[in-house]
């Protein structure tokens, strides 16, 4: 058993890298899922550009990783 100091902690500022990592992995799985949306012979709605919108802005929208909340899909 490793002693308590021989376990790796995060910084606090590794830790919020993680979550963002996390999150925008997520975002891209989500966008992926509707990467059909915008394909040549389709026409978006405003509903579905805006979703893909926000989903695209998480990272520049919240000023911290546990704020963020996904938009729901149209």
Known sequence: MPEEEEVYTPTAEQATAMKWTL???KRDVLLAETDWWATSDRTMTSDQTDYRKKLRDIPQDYGSPDD???PTKP
């Open 23 to 25: 999150i925008r992995d």
């Open 68 to 70: 963020v909340v996904y």
